[in-house]
């Protein structure tokens, strides 16, 4: 019996353990971006630490983001001098600029990043869990990454309170080490 027939043999053999290993942590990773992101809310109180009136509710769509399963998303590109008009008034005008400029270079796109997670906006908030937690603390109650002048109000607010090194482009941009 030729020996060619019982070395593809065990080739098939070897490589069929890491052929069926890649296939189901695919099929997995499919399975797991079909899960909804759960959406804890919060009151204003939690959030902040400051009382608010009562006549103040949290909206049911608080922290909901585009779906998950979405692969890319484009939306407007915008020019410097509208990202510059959207950040008047922010703390952190210089910070947020460079980020921007970084991580979707103007642009207002969700798209699968690198971890295998959706990045969201101009700011590219990644997955769902840091929106959800920063957005409610930065007074951003019903709106997602994807309107520019929320992610850049929730942006502001983490950066103001040392959350900068978040976003790999502050260290890219040399805003931090």
């Not at 080739?11 to 990773?29: D, G, M, N, Q, R």
């Not at 809310?41 to 399963?69: D, F, M, N, R, Y």
């Not at 850049?152 to 983490?158: C, G, L, Q, R, T």
Request: hydrophobic share 40%.
């Amino acid at each position: 019996m030729p020996t060619f027939g019982r070395r593809s043999h065990r080739i098939i053999i070897k490589t069929t353990p890491l052929a069926l290993v890649i296939y189901l942590s695919l099929l997995f990773s499919r399975i797991v971006s079909q899960i909804p992101p759960r959406i804890v809310l919060i009151t204003p109180v939690q959030a902040s630490g400051v009382k608010v009136a009562p006549t103040e509710q949290i909206s049911p769509t608080a922290g909901l983001l585009p779906p998950v399963s979405m692969p890319y998303f484009s939306g407007q590109r915008y020019s410097q001098t509208e990202i510059d008009q959207m950040l008047e008034g922010t703390q952190n005008p210089g910070f947020l600029r460079k980020i921007i400029k970084c991580e979707s270079q103007n642009t207002n796109v969700a798209r699968m990043d690198s971890n295998g997670l959706i990045s969201f906006g101009i700011l590219q908030f990644n997955g769902t869990a840091t929106w959800n937690t920063f957005a409610p603390r930065a007074g951003v109650l019903s709106s997602t990454p994807m309107n520019p002048m929320s992610a850049i109000k929730v942006a502001d607010w983490m950066i103001t309170h040392g959350e900068i090194h978040r976003w790999t482009c502050a260290v890219l941009t040399g805003i931090i080490n």
